[in-house]
T-cell receptor
Framework: RKEVEQDPGPFNVPEGATVAFNCTYSNSASQSFFWYRQDCRKEPKLLMSVYSSGNEDGRFTAQLNRASQYISLLIRDSKLSDSATYLCVVNPYKDTPLVFGKGTRLSVIA | GAGVSQSPRYKVTKRGQDVALRCDPISGHVSLYWYRQALGQGPEFLTYFNYEAQQDKSGLPNDRFSAERPEGSISTLTIQRTEQRDSAMYRC???????????FGPGTRLLVL
């Protein structure tokens, strides 16, 4: 079983739609969780951290379910500029390298 | 301020040649990470440093791969006797003291013919 698993997509959604991505991780002792965004031919960039209590940043909401070992990202009112690959990222232990999922590709269509 | 920089941005080499990829992290960042990213995949960990000390090299595929960061700043990833399967995007990232957020450089796309 891979450490971090995501549905690769692609998710093709119209502008204004709400879309949700899920990700599961295998290491129950994992400490920190993130969503990174990667545009085509660009480097990954931190979108948001994911906290146990859930957190929101504008149109983006991230949630963590430790019991089920999954992380979610919800994007409301999708914009064309949201089209990108969204990488689920887990930090197994403090001061250890990040473990990346393969990414979920999102295309927002006009 | 300046972000993470990597050079060269593109490298084409012949099988059997050695290549050296350079990473210049954000000034003052303690930790430096090397990843390899294949098309359609997420970054895959290779090795990382805190200051000049290599903390973990478990992700290096074999002994043709090595990395150093002699002065705790710039790092070099060296691939000896390159093979076609080494072709990929090599990414470097850095983070500050106690910080988990990693900032990635633009990557070096390596093509081994």
């Amino acid at each position: 079983r891979k450490e971090v698993e995501q549905d690769p997509g692609p998710f093709n959604v119209p502008e204004g739609a709400t879309v949700a991505f899920n990700c599961t991780y295998s290491n129950s002792a994992s400490q920190s969780f993130f969503w990174y965004r990667q545009d085509c031919r660009k480097e990954p960039k931190l979108l948001m951290s994911v906290y146990s209590s859930g957190n929101e940043d504008g149109r983006f909401t991230a949630q963590l379910n430790r019991a089920s070992q999954y992380i979610s990202l919800l994007i409301r009112d999708s914009k064309l500029s949201d089209s990108a690959t969204y990488l689920c990222v887990v930090n197994p232990y403090k001061d250890t390298p990040l473990v990346f999922g393969k990414g979920t590709r999102l295309s927002v269509i006009a | 301020g300046a972000g993470v920089s990597q050079s060269p941005r593109y490298k084409v080499t012949k099988r059997g040649q050695d290549v050296a990829l350079r990473c210049d992290p954000i000034s003052g960042h303690v930790s430096l990470y090397w990843y390899r990213q294949a098309l359609g995949q997420g970054p895959e960990f290779l090795t990382y440093f805190n200051y000049e000390a290599q903390q973990d090299k478990s992700g290096l595929p074999n002994d043709r791969f090595s990395a150093e960061r002699p002065e705790g700043s710039i790092s070099t990833l060296t691939i000896q006797r390159t093979e076609q399967r080494d072709s990929a995007m090599y990414r470097c990232a850095s983070s500050g003291t106690g910080a988990e957020t990693q900032y990635f450089g633009p990557g070096t796309r390596l093509l081994v013919l």
